[in-house]
């Protein structure tokens, strides 16, 4: 058994250099769209091979612009196998001029700012220094550590971590944990399945003056799109173990993700994100479109919610199709990784932490897909997808190191026993 030596010296904090790595990451543009990761995986394996000069790093590319990052390193014997998984890629800058700091990263009284310092180059900063102190106390745990970076997340695409699962053996684990956006005061276990579809309306052109004479395309969608509504009366059948671990947790969660939080992990959401059709106000539009996001809980099958879609927008000149189709997940909430994982949170922060299902997607359904349990644990997001994103290093800190104890309290069963 490891000795309380060991394992501090495995929760060793590394702030200063998670900073500076973080930054180096902020600094090499990854937005996507375009979706180009080529710099960003250049400088997450150049972190990886200074801070882990033995490690096995490679970059991997899923096409001509998208690289993924692997990394490994191994215990001292045979054993199971954690993976450590973030991704590259971000959302775009947007309007630099409403930004008051560097879009392209700033370290400032303790805090990193710029595009994806929060989501998630921050979070990756974590990973790699977890994935570090886990490389310098190998001598005490068997098995095998993997660090994997993917270049294809922020659109749900399948060129990141389900290329890399599906093309790199030891990218695939026995548990998985992912520093994505969030709170280091909340463990998020699972996470709503979704529909992302797009609606096409059409109708015949006419003189705004002569109505008569045409078919309204944006009023047919209009209509389509209100009967979506009824998607959010879909009985939803959840499983007690996390219904109770929502309704447990809400005193910590919503305060930080905002009240509503709890009503809607239980509740199909539907969120009209694109709407658009006609060219002048004097002409009847043949043509109109709209995109959709819909949101399913545990507990509401896609299947359910598809056939709810297909009763709803059953009417004249509308079709639609399905653009992203994903069930709920989650990994079991009294499962060993979960357990282990809030165990060590609360040891490292000295308080409470809430045990909850995600609002938003993550790669963690690739790896549920495959049957391997999974966490979100990372750091509290500010100004995500806006101007003057930013990230507390000390939540940083914090990540990293619950990380690197989790991984190593799996790794030698260290009072998590599945």
């Not at 009967?227 to 879909?234: A, K």
């Amino acid at each position: 058994m490891p000795g309380a030596d060991t394992r501090a010296a495995v929760g060793l904090s590394r702030r200063a250099q998670i900073g500076d790595w973080a930054l180096r990451l902020t600094q090499a543009a990854s937005p996507n769209p375009p979706g180009d990761t080529r710099a960003a995986a250049e400088a997450a394996a150049a972190i990886v091979q200074t801070a882990v000069p033995d490690a096995e790093v490679d970059v991997l590319a899923a096409s001509m612009e998208v690289r993924n990052v692997v990394a490994r390193v191994r215990g001292n014997g045979t054993g199971r196998r954690i993976i450590l998984n973030g991704h590259l890629d971000t959302y775009p800058i947007g309007d630099s001029s409403v930004w008051t700091t560097d879009p392209r990263g700033e370290l400032r009284d303790g805090r990193l700012y710029g595009r994806g310092a929060a989501d998630m180059k921050g979070g990756i900063a974590a990973s790699i220094a977890a994935f570090a102190n886990l490389a310098q106390n190998r001598q005490h745990w068997p098995g095998e550590a993997v660090l994997t970076l993917a270049g294809d997340e922020e659109t749900m695409g399948p060129l990141g971590t389900k290329w890399l699962m599906d093309h790199v053996p030891h990218a695939n684990g026995d548990w998985a944990i992912i520093g994505d956006a969030g709170s280091p005061r909340v463990l998020r276990f699972g996470e709503k399945g979704f529909l992302w579809i797009e609606i096409e309306a059409t109708g015949k052109a006419a003189h705004g003056a002569h109505v008569h004479l045409g078919d309204n395309a944006i009023e047919r969608l209009m209509t389509a799109v209100m009967r979506l509504q009824i998607l959010r009366e879909l009985p939803v059948l959840t499983p007690e173990v996390v219904r109770q671990a929502i309704l447990e947790s809400s005193s910590i969660s919503e305060p930080l993700g905002g009240a509503g939080e709890a009503e809607v992990l239980r509740n199909v959401t539907v969120n009209i994100g694109r709407f658009a059709g006609g060219t002048s106000p004097n002409l009847v539009p043949a043509e109109a479109a709209a995109g959709v996001d819909i949101r399913l809980p545990v507990g509401v099958p896609a299947s359910l919610a598809e056939q709810a879609l297909a009763q709803a927008l059953d009417l004249p000149g509308i079709r639609y199709r399905i653009l992203r189709r994903f069930e709920p997940n989650y990994t079991a909430p009294d499962s060993a990784l979960v357990k282990c994982c809030a165990a060590v949170a609360e040891a490292v922060l000295g308080e409470r932490v809430a045990v909850n299902m995600r609002v938003g997607g993550s790669d963690a359904r690739w790896f549920r897909m495959a049957g391997v349990p999974t966490i979100v644990y990372g750091p509290t997001p500010h100004g995500m997808g806006g101007p003057d994103e930013w990230v507390d290093l000390s939540d940083l800190d914090h990540v990293a190191r619950v990380h690197a104890l989790t991984a190593f309290d799996l790794l030698t069963r260290h009072g998590c026993h599945e």
